[in-house]
Structure formats: structure tokens, C-alpha cells
């Protein structure tokens, strides 16, 4: 009977493995997505997941930030809210985007990619002359949990440099890592390039094509005081199309629900002299 007992919970362990989907598929960029994981790894404790990120949303700390120093959302007391953009510039979207910025007296954070910045460096100096904030989000948008150290220092580095040959020290040292994903590594990476590590609350998941409607209230039924909403601000064309459209709609609820808008900075009661990477001890 133990045999037998042994050999039914043998089959079940197998189905269970079988059914766990780990799939691959591109970003609204045309990027590759790849498991960060194997099945093995999905219970190790030094594989970060998003799940365990949201199941902590509700802890109250004082600095608002979860272990190991990622931040999720900013001060809980305050009806402050930071629009974020990812994956810019280009030479189309992004300007939209940053139109409707301007029309509505509004100051967001851009996460941009090194490459893109390369190719469209007068979109990065209007990011920076109409005072939004400017993180890095890598050169490539690579995987950072499956790269060496090395891999992952020369894609912060790089992109530092080139910010930095065009917008000089109006870059800040804030990180949020491509697809979202990082490891224990990846942490003490980003801590030792002096960088705080950025997530979010609120996932319009915009790169997907998700409807205009859905967008907004996912907005409106997730939002909290002190809450970090992803956008992009490049991607495919349909994408865009619907971040664009939605955007304003997006502004208009959450003023209605009397928020202030604030940058990533503002909103983690940032002190105005820590929010620059010193690379050249400028």
C-alpha cells in the first residue's frame, strides 16, 4: 500500500510540472521575453517574482520601500501619485506623450533605454529641459537576471554615459530593470552603481494592447496615495496608439480623485541633493 501511495503522489508531482507554463514571447518593443527561471528555480529564494512583490503591497514601512531596497510606491499620508514612462524615446510617441505632459502642467519619469537614447538625443534634452525626470532602464533591455555582472555594469555604464554626454548630471540614479525581472545579483548590481531600485503599484499593461477602457480603471480601481504607475512611452504602433489616447483620460481621473502628480523623486521623499548619479564627481 506505501508503494502504491508513493507511486500515485509520484504521477501527481509530474502533472504538476507539466502544467506549470513558462512561455516566450516578445515585449511591445519587438524585444524577446524569456523565462528569467527554470522550473527548478521557481522556489528559490534568490529569484524575485512580481507575485511576491504584490502579496507585500500592504506593509506600511517607513521609508515605503520592501526588502532588500526595491521600491514599490512612495508616502502612504500623501494623495501624490508619479506617471512613468518606459522604454523611450522615439521620435513620435514620446513627443505626444510629452505634449500632453505640457498641456496639463504635469512633471512624469521617463526610464529610458540607452540604444533609443543614441538615436533620438533631442527627445532626451526635452525630457530634461521641461524638468521630468530621466532613469535608466538599461542599453538594450536585456534580461538583467540572466546576464553576468560584468554584462549588467556595462549595460548601466553605458547608458550613463551617453545621458550623460547629452543631459549632464540631469539624469538621477534611479533603475527599474527590463520586463520587470531581477535576482539577488541583480540587486547588488544596482546597489553598488549607488542606483535605488524602482517597481510600481499600478500595471496599465499598455504594451499589450489593452483596451483604453480597461487602462483607465485599472488606474482608478488601483490607484492609493503614493502609487507608481507604469506607462511607455515606445512600442509598437497600436500600443502607443492606445497609451497616447488613454493618457489624457488617465490625468483627468486621477485629478479627479483630487491626486497631485509628482516625479519618482518626489514621490519617495527623495532629498533634492541625492537625486543625481555623481558618475564624474560633478
Given at each position: 500500500m506505501d508503494v502504491y501511495l508513493r507511486f500515485i503522489l509520484a504521477i501527481i508531482a509530474c502533472l504538476f510540472i507539466i502544467f506549470i507554463p513558462v512561455t516566450t514571447t516578445s515585449d511591445q518593443s519587438g524585444f524577446p521575453i524569456e523565462p528569467s527561471y527554470t522550473i527548478e528555480d521557481i522556489y528559490s529564494p534568490e529569484v524575485v517574482h512580481l507575485e511576491d512583490l504584490q502579496m507585500d503591497l500592504g506593509a506600511k514601512e517607513a521609508n515605503y520601500k520592501v526588502e532588500q531596497q526595491v521600491w514599490y510606491s512612495?508616502?502612504?499620508?500623501?494623495r501624490q501619485v508619479a506617471l512613468t514612462f518606459d522604454d523611450g524615446p522615439d521620435n513620435y510617441y514620446t513627443l505626444q506623450i510629452l505634449d500632453i505632459l505640457q498641456e496639463h502642467d504635469i512633471?512624469?519619469?521617463f526610464f529610458v533605454i540607452g540604444s533609443n537614447v543614441e538615436r533620438f538625443p533631442e527627445v532626451v534634452e526635452r525630457i530634461a529641459n521641461e524638468g521630468h525626470i530621466i532613469g535608466n532602464h538599461s542599453w538594450s533591455h536585456k534580461d538583467f537576471a540572466k546576464l553576468s555582472s560584468n554584462s549588467m555594469l556595462e549595460e548601466l555604464v553605458n547608458t550613463e554615459e551617453i545621458l550623460y554626454s547629452i543631459?549632464?548630471?540631469k539624469h538621477t540614479n534611479i533603475f527599474r530593470p527590463?520586463?520587470?525581472s531581477y535576482s539577488s545579483e541583480v540587486l547588488e548590481v544596482i546597489h553598488s552603481r549607488n542606483?535605488?531600485?524602482?517597481?510600481?503599484?499600478?500595471?496599465?499593461?499598455d504594451w499589450a494592447n489593452t483596451p483604453i477602457s480597461i487602462m483607465v480603471k485599472t488606474v482608478s480601481s488601483q490607484i492609493t496615495p503614493g502609487g507608481i504607475i507604469l506607462m511607455h512611452s515606445s512600442g509598437s504602433n497600436q500600443a502607443m496608439k492606445n497609451t497616447v489616447t488613454a493618457l489624457p483620460e488617465i490625468i483627468?481621473?486621477?485629478?479627479?480623485?483630487e491626486y497631485e502628480f509628482v516625479t519618482i523623486p518626489e514621490v519617495l521623499g527623495f532629498k533634492k541633493q541625492d537625486n543625481y548619479h555623481n558618475l564624474r564627481g560633478v
Open positions: 512612495g508616502n502612504e499620508e500623501k512633471k512624469a519619469t543631459v549632464g548630471n527590463p520586463y520587470g542606483y535605488n531600485f524602482v517597481y510600481w503599484s499600478v500595471d496599465t499593461r483627468k481621473t486621477i485629478k479627479d480623485l
